[in-house]
Nanobody, 119 residues
């Protein structure tokens, strides 16, 4: 069973920064892509950023220029650097990975980490 372990959330003032990390416990056949989604209270879960195994990156328009996604494939780890944070970035951030299994690719989610932007 693949597990995604997240860390790095917290409380930060507007304009501040945070760094989120997520590590997959195993990926015997590799990972197609990893990324981050977020869900604010009363809203649907939305994409923040994804990165594929060949380095292709996709950002939500709302975070372009402020957030940076990166990964270390050899460590099955993905990072999200959050800069110039705004109160509207407050949400639970979920790590996501599409893992290759013998039977085909399967999606996995982390438990979520809270990011609160408030003065």
């Amino acid at each position: 069973q693949v597990q995604l372990v997240e860390s790095g959330g917290g409380l930060v003032q507007p304009g501040g920064s945070l760094r989120l990390s997520c590590a997959a416990s195993e990926s015997r056949f590799g990972i197609n892509h990893m990324g981050w989604y977020r869900q604010a209270p009363g809203k649907q879960r939305e994409l923040v950023a994804t990165i594929s195994s060949d380095g292709r990156i996709n950002y939500a328009d709302s975070v372009k220029g402020r957030f940076t996604i990166s990964s270390v494939n050899a460590k099955n780890t993905v990072y999200l650097q959050l800069d110039s944070l705004k109160p509207e970035d407050t949400a639970v951030y979920y790590c996501y990975a599409e893992v290759r299994l013998l039977v085909g690719p399967r999606d996995y989610w982390g438990q979520g980490t809270q990011v609160t932007v408030s003065s």
